[in-house]
């Protein structure tokens, strides 16, 4: 039970970085992996993407990226479970990235 909480509380704090990639921006991409271990337990991956000419565009400058991964961290850190944000970037693009642990794969495909 409480790994389904920790589950719909990451889930949100997902939702709530693609509202915010959205509002921001209106251009975003985004890759999502789930890795599903041979007892059924894994880990989601979703990194958001916003090409960084966009960003510039909008006034959003680095260190507020930065800004907004750090809160997003301490929320999920609020969350119990191993949740890692971090910053990613390619040759164009700035974003984040959010991994959660999950305990069977019934769970993603509940929580999707």
């Not at 006034?59 to 930065?66: P, V």
């Amino acid at each position: 039970m409480l790994q389904t909480h920790v589950m719909r509380r990451t889930s949100s704090i997902v939702v709530v970085a693609l509202i915010c990639a959205v509002l921001l921006t209106g251009c975003l991409r985004a890759e999502i992996g789930v890795e599903v271990g041979d007892d059924g337990s894994g880990r989601v991956r979703i990194e958001i993407y916003v090409p960084t000419v966009e960003l510039r565009r909008q006034g959003i400058s680095e260190a507020m990226l930065e800004q907004v991964t750090r809160g997003l961290g301490e929320a999920a850190g609020g969350t119990g479970a191993d949740v890692d944000v971090s910053k990613v970037a390619t040759a164009d693009e700035q974003g984040i990235s959010i991994s959660f642990p999950f305990d069977d794969v019934g769970q993603v495909q509940a929580a999707m």
